[in-house]
């Protein structure tokens, strides 16, 4: 090893220039990681394959600005050198760095990262006077050099670059090493790979834009970070991630101040940024600091409905009492993503285009500003969804500047819309790749599957002990879990819950872990899902099928026969076999002494033991049932919380595709289940702590803020309730006592009310989280985590392991495989938490799609379909906000119009718009015109008409008008009584969306041009089935994502 210096001029945080002198240590022996390497180099990891006709070494220019290029998979035989790695951390910061960092440990790129500043004969010193670009340069070539010589020129190398005077110069020098331009090299070696051609024009048009900018400025200069943190920590700056009202998208932001290390004692709320200029540059999901302003010019919240069509509403609008009120003063973190954008109507873009094709386009989401871009495709890419990445933001722009990266589809079709849910959620689904399937275990008919024998004591064999059953939504794939209840010697009660053991296949640090890892969680849309993990094991190793073996992962409680207390807990690895494969309906039948026909595992049998194995069955549900009533007993003393929740399932037809989007019907069977899993992710949650007190990845529900309970609280009042709301056992009551005879939805409106004050529950590691704050607020207990569902979290798998590491440990052994830390464990839990968040955003997007698509072809005037009962729950200044039982939609209804008319009842309960006013109290709103005045009372029953508000940038929004003042009288008669509207609606609007989509693919297919969209679903979907089961099982836990904003 040999020891030299490394001189370093680098700014500090003030922005001078340090010249820093470190010890720097050069060896010979540092790998290359190549296939094709002949000098025994320690290749360990990630190796470059030999079969690619040449290698690749990007310039540190490229790496920094064209590194979106390189993501490319088609790329292949990438070599980053070190230099270049290190330029974008010191220049591009953090996030671009660990985007880097991602893109070198993903195994499905074939690319490595060589440190050719350690190696003694690729090492550059720089020269005197020599500029720091120049000796970037010349460090590549050098690097790329020794890495020709080094594998005996079997490969040339190619050296790409953006440096004119490093092509010039070092282009001959070497033979076998080329240096060209990075868009010579795409045009010559990739011109079958178009995006990458596009994408590369696209960030060279956007950084030409950028050189280019007016200095004069738009915006305020952000003050510089240690001014920044040096007002944090003294109190007068707050630090909070920016979120943008998107029904008030020009108007209004709040900056929450939770985890501000503020000192002014009067914040209680969030902050209110009014206004783009106020927001200074920061965009929607932004960390910001902000000051506050004087107290004298604090606003409050606008309390009139808004549609959120962008415009600036007038000074004089209603507004809530003032709060505290800010601007931005600097961004700590810019948490910019894709953006899914629409190009302006074909006149505005031949109005723009006259300055040099640079184009404001329009993002989907509202609450992002126009993205100025620079294309010459803006007339060919008119009516298409296009992702465009933010590059910079200066003071001197108006608009932020961004770049092409993909065009989606045709604006409005089926496909085209669903992948936009998607990039604006972030989520990225690639099928799985050909070296992760090849990890699966084969299960064919000519090479079946089977259990293997274990070494003794590895796993406890149950197949011929315990009756093993599974209680699931009809037509499940992924059965997680399953149950088993029996009677102990003695007079004991021995319950278990049997988890399906997905890390016996998923070994920790395999291609599939790490891409469970990414994907976090199986994602379920409405009319289709994108699993986890491959079918091979989502739907048939791991899936608890009846009568199959299975591995399984078990909690067995011994309960005191009498008081039900736990006198011994066993967890372990199991062998099962589930004898009943249940759904819910039956179970519940077979509870109320029917449905025994309808029992598939017991139709072949003689009729005596048919009688004999039924009772058995019978008798396992109703202690089931009675263990679960006295565990649900337990943690309602302690003050769990019954919230309502948008209950979905599909129904399935004979070919497992989707035929009814159904509203879920309340059974005790349901509870018994969720009460089962629930005990147990408590009792893994306690074992795992335990053992690990500083690394257990445990799930945690915040208490509410109090104010976030006003609304509420209001609504209950103005009814004759009171809610108390000082602790969770205080609320759960107050909601039980809340209830109306002759209304049963003012208790569901109530606990809606109750769920979107909640705040979401997050995974978290407890070395990173006081112990008092471990408490789960909703479910009233003190350790929880998730445990149940291995197949579709990656939460569950973090768990297993832990939980079987906890095992080991008890038994004196070392853990079977490495544990994170803590600081590893947070940011996982971190990521999964984000990734949770997006998949319940994008389930949401896609309902609120479909009933779009659903109305958007029916005349509101005439079809019976577009005529509803609506409930009164919010009062605003203008209107009320509405609830719709037969389709689950919320919304806003307006009492007065543009033109400020009222709304003027008959006297047959009709309603029309006339000169009047709106007088606003706090359980009702009164509409005063010539005919008289009308009270709109708060869960009073109204009749609306549901249209659809068209938007060509954004997503359509529907459009709700009071017609009647008296409830809906539906023309026939519905399956299900008071429920069956809600069956009915929405069995229609999915079935029907999804076979217009399916008829217009094959007009597009008999025309002979396939839409371009279907290859890409083709593609990307997941899974062969389309069902949507497994949505039922984090709503009730989870807090509603849509808070009453308007």
């Given at each position: 090893m040999e020891k030299t210096e490394k001189v370093l001029h680098l700014k500090s945080s003030r922005g001078r220039k340090v010249r820093v002198v470190r010890e720097h240590y050069l060896r010979e022996d540092v790998p290359c990681f190549s296939a094709l390497c002949e000098a025994n180099c320690r290749n360990e990891g990630k190796v470059l394959p030999g079969d690619v006709t040449h290698y690749v070494v990007p310039d540190v220019g490229v790496v920094r600005d064209f590194l979106e290029v390189l993501e490319f998979a088609e790329l292949r035989g990438i070599v980053f050198m070190q230099t270049a790695c290190q330029s974008v951390q010191h220049h591009r910061g953090r996030r671009q760095y660990?985007?880097?960092?991602?893109?070198?440990?993903?195994?499905?790129?074939?690319?490595?990262?060589?440190?050719?500043e350690f190696q003694t004969y690729s090492y550059c010193p720089r020269e005197k006077g020599e500029s720091q670009e120049k000796w970037h340069s010349r460090c590549v070539y050098h690097a790329a050099v020794w890495y020709y010589n080094h594998l005996a020129g079997q490969k040339p190398v190619v050296m790409i670059t953006e440096d004119q005077e490093a092509m010039v110069e070092y282009s001959s020098l070497s033979t076998g090493v080329y240096v060209i331009s990075t868009q010579e090299y795409l045009q010559t070696f990739w011109p079958d790979l178009p995006a990458a051609n596009e994408l590369y024009t696209s960030i060279a048009q956007a950084l030409r834009v950028r050189e280019s900018e007016s200095q004069e400025r738009e915006y305020v200069e952000h003050l510089p970070l240690e001014v920044l943190e040096a007002g944090i920590k003294s109190g007068r700056y707050i630090q909070g991630t920016l979120n943008v009202n998107k029904h008030r998208a020009q108007t209004e932001a709040f900056v929450r101040i939770e985890g501000s290390t503020s000192k002014n004692s009067e914040l209680s709320s969030d902050v209110l940024v009014p206004g783009w200029r106020q927001r200074n540059r920061a965009v929607h999901g932004d960390v910001v600091v902000v000051e506050l302003l004087p107290r004298v010019e604090w606003r409050g919240r606008e309390t009139a409905l808004s549609n959120g069509d962008g415009e600036d509403r007038p000074a004089e609008e209603p507004q809530s009492q003032p709060m505290p009120t800010g601007r931005v003063v600097g961004i700590l973190q810019r948490n910019w993503r894709d953006y899914v954008v629409t190009f302006p109507p074909r006149e505005e873009v031949q109005s723009q285009s006259r300055n040099s094709q640079r184009i404001l386009v329009i993002p989907w989401d509202c609450r992002i500003p126009k993205i100025r871009i620079c294309t010459q495709q803006a007339e060919a890419l008119q009516d298409q969804r296009v992702i465009v990445r933010l590059d910079s933001w200066e003071s001197s722009s108006l608009y932020p500047n961004g770049h092409c990266v993909q065009v989606l589809g045709v604006a409005g079709q089926l496909e085209t819309e669903v992948a936009t849910i998607l990039v604006e959620n972030s989520i990225r689904v690639l099928p799985f790749s050909e070296a992760q399937l090849k990890e699966m275990p084969v299960n064919s008919a000519d090479c079946p599957w089977r259990v293997e024998a274990g070494p003794e004591g590895q796993r406890r064999d149950l197949r011929d002990s315990h009756l093993v059953f599974s209680v699931d939504p009809p037509g499940c794939e992924d059965v997680d879990d399953t149950l088993s209840v029996r009677e102990l010697p003695g007079g004991n009660l021995e319950l278990g819950v049997h988890i399906a053991d997905v890390t016996h296949f998923v070994p920790a640090g395999s291609l599939t872990d790490l891409e469970a890892r990414s994907r976090a969680t199986t994602y379920y849309l409405a009319d289709r899902r994108y699993d986890m993990l491959p079918p091979v094991l989502s739907a048939d190793l791991c899936s608890l099928l009846g009568g199959v073996d299975r591995y399984a992962m078990s909690v067995l409680w011994e309960l005191d026969g009498r008081s039900l207390a736990v006198q011994d807990v066993w967890f372990g690895r199991t062998l099962i076999r589930s004898s009943y494969q249940l759904h819910y309906e039956l179970a519940q039948g077979l509870l109320e002494g029917r449905g025994a026909e309808e029992v598939a595992e017991l139709a072949d049998l003689p009729v005596e033991e048919k009688k004999q194995r039924l009772g058995e069955?019978?008798?396992?549900?109703?202690?089931?049932?009675?263990?679960?009533?006295?565990?649900?007993?337990?943690?309602?003393?302690?003050?769990?919380?019954?919230?309502?929740?948008?209950?979905?399932?599909?129904?399935?037809?004979?070919?497992?595709?989707?035929?009814?989007?159904?509203?879920?019907?309340?059974?005790?069977?349901?509870?018994?289940?969720?009460?089962?899993?629930?005990?147990?992710?408590?009792?893994?949650?306690?074992?795992?702590?335990?053992?690990?007190?500083?690394?257990?990845?445990?799930?945690?529900?915040?208490?509410?803020?109090?104010?976030?309970?006003?609304?509420?609280?209001?609504?209950?009042?103005?009814?004759?309730?009171?809610?108390?709301?000082?602790?969770?056992?205080?609320?759960?009551?107050?909601?039980?006592?809340?209830?109306?005879?002759?209304?049963?939805?003012?208790?569901?409106?109530?606990?809606?009310?109750?769920?979107?004050?909640?705040?979401?529950?997050?995974?978290?590691?407890?070395?990173?989280?006081?112990?008092?704050?471990?408490?789960?607020?909703?479910?009233?207990?003190?350790?929880?985590?998730?445990?149940?569902?291995?197949?579709?979290?990656?939460?569950?798998?973090?768990?297993?392991?832990?939980?079987?590491?906890?095992?080991?440990?008890?038994?004196?052994?070392?853990?079977?495989?490495?544990?994170?830390?803590?600081?590893?464990?947070?940011?996982?839990?971190?990521?999964?938490?984000?990734?949770?968040?997006?998949?319940?955003?994008?389930?949401?997007?896609?309902?609120?799609l479909f009933q779009y698509l659903y109305f958007r072809d029916k005349d509101p005037l005439t079809d019976e379909r577009c005529m509803a009962d609506a409930v009164i729950y919010t009062i605003r200044a203008n209107g009320v906000l509405v609830f719709i039982p037969r389709y689950g939609i919320k919304g806003g209804v307006y009492l007065k119009n543009r033109e400020g008319q009222v709304v003027s009842v008959r006297p047959d309960g009709g309603c029309d718009w006339q000169p009047g006013m709106l007088h606003r109290f706090p359980d009702r709103i009164s509409a005063s015109t010539a005919q008289g005045t009308h009270n709109f009372n708060l869960f009073d029953h109204i009749t609306v008409r549901i249209s659809v508000q068209v938007s060509r940038c954004h997503a359509d929004s529907l459009y709700l008008e009071v017609v009647s003042s008296r409830p809906h009288q539906c023309t026939e008669l519905e399956p299900g009584g008071a429920r069956g509207p809600g069956v009915q609606g929405k069995s229609e609007l999915v079935q029907e969306v999804v076979r217009s989509a399916e008829e217009a693919s094959q007009l597009e297919e008999e025309r002979g041009r396939a839409p371009e969209i279907a290859g890409e679903e083709q593609e990307f979907r997941q899974s062969t089935g389309v069902t949507l089961y497994s949505v039922l099982q984090e709503i009730g836990e989870l807090a509603l994502l849509e808070l009453a904003a308007r």
């Amino acid at each position: 090893m040999e020891k030299t210096e490394k001189v370093l001029h680098l700014k500090s945080s003030r922005g001078r220039k340090v010249r820093v002198v470190r010890e720097h240590y050069l060896r010979e022996d540092v790998p290359c990681f190549s296939a094709l390497c002949e000098a025994n180099c320690r290749n360990e990891g990630k190796v470059l394959p030999g079969d690619v006709t040449h290698y690749v070494v990007p310039d540190v220019g490229v790496v920094r600005d064209f590194l979106e290029v390189l993501e490319f998979a088609e790329l292949r035989g990438i070599v980053f050198m070190q230099t270049a790695c290190q330029s974008v951390q010191h220049h591009r910061g953090r996030r671009q760095y660990n985007r880097l960092r991602s893109l070198l440990r993903d195994p499905r790129h074939n690319c490595i990262l060589f440190s050719n500043e350690f190696q003694t004969y690729s090492y550059c010193p720089r020269e005197k006077g020599e500029s720091q670009e120049k000796w970037h340069s010349r460090c590549v070539y050098h690097a790329a050099v020794w890495y020709y010589n080094h594998l005996a020129g079997q490969k040339p190398v190619v050296m790409i670059t953006e440096d004119q005077e490093a092509m010039v110069e070092y282009s001959s020098l070497s033979t076998g090493v080329y240096v060209i331009s990075t868009q010579e090299y795409l045009q010559t070696f990739w011109p079958d790979l178009p995006a990458a051609n596009e994408l590369y024009t696209s960030i060279a048009q956007a950084l030409r834009v950028r050189e280019s900018e007016s200095q004069e400025r738009e915006y305020v200069e952000h003050l510089p970070l240690e001014v920044l943190e040096a007002g944090i920590k003294s109190g007068r700056y707050i630090q909070g991630t920016l979120n943008v009202n998107k029904h008030r998208a020009q108007t209004e932001a709040f900056v929450r101040i939770e985890g501000s290390t503020s000192k002014n004692s009067e914040l209680s709320s969030d902050v209110l940024v009014p206004g783009w200029r106020q927001r200074n540059r920061a965009v929607h999901g932004d960390v910001v600091v902000v000051e506050l302003l004087p107290r004298v010019e604090w606003r409050g919240r606008e309390t009139a409905l808004s549609n959120g069509d962008g415009e600036d509403r007038p000074a004089e609008e209603p507004q809530s009492q003032p709060m505290p009120t800010g601007r931005v003063v600097g961004i700590l973190q810019r948490n910019w993503r894709d953006y899914v954008v629409t190009f302006p109507p074909r006149e505005e873009v031949q109005s723009q285009s006259r300055n040099s094709q640079r184009i404001l386009v329009i993002p989907w989401d509202c609450r992002i500003p126009k993205i100025r871009i620079c294309t010459q495709q803006a007339e060919a890419l008119q009516d298409q969804r296009v992702i465009v990445r933010l590059d910079s933001w200066e003071s001197s722009s108006l608009y932020p500047n961004g770049h092409c990266v993909q065009v989606l589809g045709v604006a409005g079709q089926l496909e085209t819309e669903v992948a936009t849910i998607l990039v604006e959620n972030s989520i990225r689904v690639l099928p799985f790749s050909e070296a992760q399937l090849k990890e699966m275990p084969v299960n064919s008919a000519d090479c079946p599957w089977r259990v293997e024998a274990g070494p003794e004591g590895q796993r406890r064999d149950l197949r011929d002990s315990h009756l093993v059953f599974s209680v699931d939504p009809p037509g499940c794939e992924d059965v997680d879990d399953t149950l088993s209840v029996r009677e102990l010697p003695g007079g004991n009660l021995e319950l278990g819950v049997h988890i399906a053991d997905v890390t016996h296949f998923v070994p920790a640090g395999s291609l599939t872990d790490l891409e469970a890892r990414s994907r976090a969680t199986t994602y379920y849309l409405a009319d289709r899902r994108y699993d986890m993990l491959p079918p091979v094991l989502s739907a048939d190793l791991c899936s608890l099928l009846g009568g199959v073996d299975r591995y399984a992962m078990s909690v067995l409680w011994e309960l005191d026969g009498r008081s039900l207390a736990v006198q011994d807990v066993w967890f372990g690895r199991t062998l099962i076999r589930s004898s009943y494969q249940l759904h819910y309906e039956l179970a519940q039948g077979l509870l109320e002494g029917r449905g025994a026909e309808e029992v598939a595992e017991l139709a072949d049998l003689p009729v005596e033991e048919k009688k004999q194995r039924l009772g058995e069955l019978r008798r396992a549900l109703e202690r089931l049932t009675h263990v679960a009533r006295h565990l649900r007993a337990q943690r309602d003393r302690g003050g769990a919380l019954e919230l309502e929740g948008v209950e979905v399932r599909a129904q399935l037809d004979a070919e497992g595709n989707i035929a009814a989007l159904v509203p879920r019907q309340p059974l005790e069977v349901h509870e018994t289940v969720a009460e089962c899993m629930i005990f147990a992710n408590h009792w893994v949650a306690k074992k795992i702590q335990a053992s690990f007190p500083h690394q257990a990845l445990l799930r945690h529900h915040p208490p509410p803020r109090q104010e976030f309970f006003s609304q509420l609280c209001e609504s209950a009042s103005a009814r004759g309730f009171s809610i108390e709301t000082r602790s969770n056992k205080a609320l759960a009551v107050s909601l039980d006592r809340a209830v109306d005879p002759s209304d049963p939805l003012v208790n569901r409106l109530l606990r809606m009310m109750a769920t979107q004050a909640m705040s979401n529950a997050l995974y978290f590691s407890t070395g990173s989280c006081p112990e008092e704050q471990y408490y789960h607020y909703g479910l009233a207990l003190k350790h929880y985590t998730h445990f149940t569902s291995p197949i579709r979290r990656y939460a569950d798998i973090i768990v297993h392991r832990l939980l079987m590491a906890a095992v080991e440990k008890d038994h004196g052994a070392e853990p079977w495989v490495a544990l994170p830390n803590n600081k590893e464990l947070q940011e996982q839990a971190q990521q999964i938490n984000n990734k949770n968040r997006a998949a319940q955003q994008a389930q949401k997007q896609s309902t609120e799609l479909f009933q779009y698509l659903y109305f958007r072809d029916k005349d509101p005037l005439t079809d019976e379909r577009c005529m509803a009962d609506a409930v009164i729950y919010t009062i605003r200044a203008n209107g009320v906000l509405v609830f719709i039982p037969r389709y689950g939609i919320k919304g806003g209804v307006y009492l007065k119009n543009r033109e400020g008319q009222v709304v003027s009842v008959r006297p047959d309960g009709g309603c029309d718009w006339q000169p009047g006013m709106l007088h606003r109290f706090p359980d009702r709103i009164s509409a005063s015109t010539a005919q008289g005045t009308h009270n709109f009372n708060l869960f009073d029953h109204i009749t609306v008409r549901i249209s659809v508000q068209v938007s060509r940038c954004h997503a359509d929004s529907l459009y709700l008008e009071v017609v009647s003042s008296r409830p809906h009288q539906c023309t026939e008669l519905e399956p299900g009584g008071a429920r069956g509207p809600g069956v009915q609606g929405k069995s229609e609007l999915v079935q029907e969306v999804v076979r217009s989509a399916e008829e217009a693919s094959q007009l597009e297919e008999e025309r002979g041009r396939a839409p371009e969209i279907a290859g890409e679903e083709q593609e990307f979907r997941q899974s062969t089935g389309v069902t949507l089961y497994s949505v039922l099982q984090e709503i009730g836990e989870l807090a509603l994502l849509e808070l009453a904003a308007r």
